[in-house]
């Protein structure tokens, strides 16, 4: 009795080059009944189109793209027209559904802040001095108007910023462009 064992694998040229079809190979294992062993192998041969040949096959077709780009990039970084320090605070949970001053319905999550003169739709960089974390949100509301508050943040923002559990944190504002 004969056994008959077929090992099938494709290769991929790795060229460079998506106009070449890649070759298969195909392997197959013959036992004969004396346990002599003897092995096939087959592989189509590819031919190259006439457009093909001229390519140089050891240069990739598209160049090189970086995955990321650097987070200090000058051309992504919006300028910061002033900056200031204060202590920020944060609001939510009783005030999700209520209009802000500007309008906008005030939603779980989000990256906006309340500010006494700032215009609605301004953006500011806001940084906690405690831990280093920062945010960048957009003034929509009126507002602190308890104390020497500078700010005082949405429950998205504040969460961000890890002002959630202490209630109040000393930040440092960027008022961007």
Do not use: C
Not at 61 to 66: C, K, N, V
Not at 110 to 128: D, E, I, M, Q
Request: proline letters at 7%; hydrophobic letters at 40%.
């Amino acid at each position: 009795m004969r056994r008959f064992v077929l090992l099938g694998g494709s290769a991929l040229l790795l060229s460079g080059s998506s106009a070449l079809t890649p070759a298969f190979a195909t392997t197959g294992r013959v036992a004969a009944p004396e346990s002599a062993l003897s092995i096939e192998l087959a592989i189509r041969n590819v031919e190259a189109s006439p457009s093909t040949e001229e390519l140089p096959l050891n240069k990739p077709a598209a160049p090189a793209l970086p995955i990321a780009t650097p987070s200090n990039a000058p051309s992504l970084e919006r300028k910061v027209r002033s900056v200031s320090r204060g202590q920020a605070s944060w609001y939510g949970p009783g005030f999700y559904g209520n209009r802000t001053a500007s309008g906008e319905v005030l939603r779980r999550g989000s990256l906006t802040a309340a500010h006494r003169h700032l215009p609605f739709g301004t953006k500011v960089r806001v940084t906690n001095l405690h831990n280093g974390r920062s945010a960048v949100v957009r003034i929509n509301d009126r507002g602190p108007f308890h104390g020497h508050r500078v700010i005082d943040l949405a429950h998205g923002a504040a969460s961000e910023l890890g002002v959630v559990a202490s209630g109040t944190a000393n930040v440092k504002l960027e008022v961007l462009q």
